[in-house]
Structures are given as C-alpha cells and as structure tokens.
C-alpha cells in the first residue's frame, strides 16, 4: 500500500486523482469460463476482472463498435509513491487508434512492494499465458482474426508484448525500447527484487535453469519454435537498450537467418532522453493504423468467399473457399498459374478503393511471384510481390456499374518449395465503393512505388 506520509504534496494530490477516477469507474468481475460477449460488452468501456484459476488479472475495456482490430497494451514499471496496481498505462490513448484496445495490468506485482513484474507471475505459474488464454478468447468473442491483433508497450511492457505475440500465432508486436530478457547485470534492482519476491534463495543461474523462458524473450521464442511478426522500435541514443538488448536479439535473429525475415523490422529513431525517450505519441499512433485495416468491419460481397485456380492458358483448375484471401497452393506453384478473385463495381458510378497487404518481402525473391489488378479483362497493374510487404491501396476510378475487377497472384517460374506458397499469401483487408469520383478517365492509382501501371 501507498505510504500518504512518505508523499510530498505533488504526489498526493496525483494520488487523489488517480484514486477519483478509479471510484468512478465500474468494476466487473466475471469467472473466465463464464466470459462471453455480453459480459464484455456490459463491461466496456470499464474495467474488467477476470477470475482464473484462483487469480485476478485485472484490465481496462475500450471496445470500439464494428472495429475489427484490437490493440492489446502492456505496462512497464509503475511509480509506487503514486499509485498501487492496478494501473493501465496510456489508457488515455485510445482515441489515436482505429481498433478497440485492451489495457492490462500485471499482477505479478499485486500484493508485492516490486514495480515491475514482466507478467513472470508466481513460482507455479506463468502469468502471461493466462494473459494469452483471456486475449484470444475476447479476440474470439469480438471476431477479431490473429492477424488483426497488434501488442504493444514500452521497455517491459515491450518485453511483455513481444512473449504475448509469441504466443498469439499470427498478431503482431511492436514493442518500443524493449527488454528481451530479465537479468540481474542488465536490470539490477529491479531484477533482484523479482527474483526475491518470485523465486525467494534461490541465485540467478537457478533461476534461468528452470525459468528461461519466462525470464527471455528469447528462449520463450525457441521452446514455441516461433518467431512473431515485429516492428521493433529503438532509441539509438539509449547505449542499454541497443547495447544489452538489441543486440542480443539481432545476433539471435542472425544466427537464424532471421534478420532479413519479411515479418521483422526495426525502426531507429533519436531521443536524448535514454531509455525513457519513447517514440513520440502521434508517430506511435500513425504508424500502429498504418497496420490496422482503415474502414469499419464491413460484411464482403461473397465473391470474396471464393478463389479460383487457372493455369498457364487461363483454364479454370479449382474453385477453393476463402475469406478474402488469395493464395497458391503449392500443386499448383507453376510458371504462369494463378488465382483470381473477381467482383462487379456496384454504384452507378464512381470510385472503388482496395487495400491489401502481403507480408512476405525478399530481395532474393523478386520475379517469382506477381500481384495483377484486372479491369474489365484488361491489366491494369503488375507488381511483384518481393518487394512490398506494406498494405497496398488501390484507387480505381470513374468505374462504371458492372465493372468487373480482378485481383490475381501469378507464379512467374515452377517453384518446388510449399514457403512459396505461403509467400504468395495475398489478404483483401477493406474493399469501399464511393459515388464521388476524383478522375475524369477510369484509371487506377497505388500508394506503392513498386506498382507498374498501365
């Protein structure tokens, strides 16, 4: 508990703050095997205490309407002269996303005097795989896919969202001057203090033998034989965070050819202000919903529903179900195959707009694969798929009612491996039809530098 008497008057007054906004808020708790929509629904946009397993693990709700993208937000150290758990950091942010979010607190710390915990949990139990099982249950209850999911937090917040990601096959990190492991010559006091209030007598080497993997990124990644989709954001100006973090895991990604992976970026940015010069707010937002589908969830026409395989002379091979993704089976990885999917512009006239992403990018990889947008039968823009793992906005104008629109992956070469399959893997993620029209000519226009258009 908070000693008022150890408070100067700055503090205590941010203290009764705090605590104000804490009584206003309504507090849920619910078993986690009774959780279901309308329980999360009745509990948004408040805080939420979910039961498991003789355990309360505490979040706050900001659940957008037909917005179907969450962001899952973790702690870092928390400021005990302040405020006792539980605490949500950067709740305040919601507004800056288009996605619902989720604001967890780590109870690692409850009932201890520690500021950070790095959801280790308790001597019999990882914390952040009951955090794995409750995110992808509500994700489940939203109808929210794996791939819509970014986590996202500071230092150990970092570290926690990169662990959550490993877990949540498919989502995506971005963690920002993160730790990749937990140890006594990188974290000092703050190490020492979990391992005392967590693994009480017993030394670090013990430690690591039995918990590397809640103690590191990194063995974490090599017990799930997994690595997740990164943005790691770096302050080069922090020496600790490059020096005894960055570096350890870009050696590890090296050693597995990993560095060059199409699912891994890093980006580095300057701030005087060491480890605790964050990414600015607004950069932090704009690049998040650069990842975040740009639309409401909207119900697709069902054309999106089907693919279809052709080969070489454009004869029809295979009809194959989808959810608005297009992708070539590897039987079917031959020089000129492809698969299509094909829908009709419905308004009487006006614009059509299509974002898609592929997260595959190799430069070793260029001429094997090729996206092609299609209308009325006529190429209207190539681009090969090595090159570009960013979403891809079309803009197709002046289109007339009727207008057929087709969306291809060709196979420019007989390629043997099934990892080209998975290359090909090609997501329609928003497809919006407007009546006002920006071209007196149909045409078609791309944010990508890589679209070649006819």
């Not at 309308?38 to 979040?59: E, Q, R, S, T």
């Not at 109870?107 to 005097?113: C, R």
């Amino acid at each position: 508990m908070i000693q008022l008497g150890n408070m100067n008057n700055s503090d205590y007054i941010i203290y009764l703050w705090k605590s104000e906004i804490m009584i206003k808020e309504r507090t849920t708790e619910i078993n986690f095997n009774d959780l279901d929509l309308k329980v999360l629904l009745d509990a948004n946009p408040n805080i939420l205490v979910i039961k498991k397993d003789g355990i309360d693990f505490y979040m706050k709700l900001k659940i957008k309407d037909h917005i179907n993208n969450l962001i899952v937000f973790s702690n870092g150290a928390i400021n005990r002269k302040i405020s006792d758990p539980p605490v949500f950091s950067r709740s305040s942010w919601f507004n800056d996303y288009n996605a619902s979010c989720i604001y967890i607190d780590d109870a690692t710390i409850h009932g201890t005097d520690i500021s950070v915990g790095w959801g280790v949990g308790s001597y019999n139990r990882h914390y952040i795989r009951d955090y794995n099982e409750v995110i992808m249950r509500i994700a489940e209850l939203l109808k929210i896919t794996n791939e819509n999911v970014i986590y996202f937090g500071s230092s150990a917040g970092g570290f926690m969202s990169l662990m959550l990601a490993t877990l949540h096959k498919g989502s995506l990190a971005i963690p920002n001057n993160p730790q990749v492991w937990v140890r006594l010559d990188s974290q000092t006091s703050r190490a020492k203090n979990l391992y005392n209030e967590i693994f009480p007598e017993m030394n670090e080497k013990e430690i690591f033998s039995m918990f590397s993997n809640r103690l590191s990124v990194i063995s974490m990644m090599k017990q799930e034989n997994y690595i997740p989709n990164i943005f790691y954001l770096l302050n080069r100006y922090s020496n600790k965070d490059y020096e005894e973090q960055y570096k350890p895991f870009k050696e590890f990604l090296d050693k597995r050819n990993m560095i060059e992976n199409s699912h891994i970026e890093f980006l580095m940015y300057h701030s005087d202000k060491g480890h605790s010069g964050i990414y600015d707010r607004k950069k932090t937002a704009d690049l998040i919903n650069s990842f975040l589908t740009t639309q409401k969830t909207i119900k697709l026409s069902p054309i999106f529903n089907k693919i279809y395989v052709r080969n070489h002379k454009g004869e029809f091979i295979q009809e194959i179900r989808s959810d608005g993704k297009l992708y070539l089976p590897q039987i079917y990885l031959k020089k000129n195959y492809y698969v299509e999917t094909n829908f009709k512009f419905n308004k009487k006239e006006g614009n059509a707009i299509i974002k898609l992403v592929n997260t595959y990018k190799n430069s070793k990889g260029k001429k094997h694969l090729q996206l092609e947008v299609l209308i009325n039968d006529q190429l209207s823009l190539t681009e090969d798929l090595a090159l570009n793992n960013k979403p891809i906005v079309f803009e197709l104008t002046k289109l007339k009612k009727d207008t057929t629109i087709k969306i291809r992956i060709r196979c420019l070469k007989n390629l043997n491996k099934n990892s080209w399959s998975r290359a090909s893997l090609l997501k329609i993620i928003d497809y919006t039809e407007k009546t006002e029209t920006t071209s007196h000519d149909l045409k078609i226009k791309s944010n990508s530098p890589y679209s070649n258009i006819y």
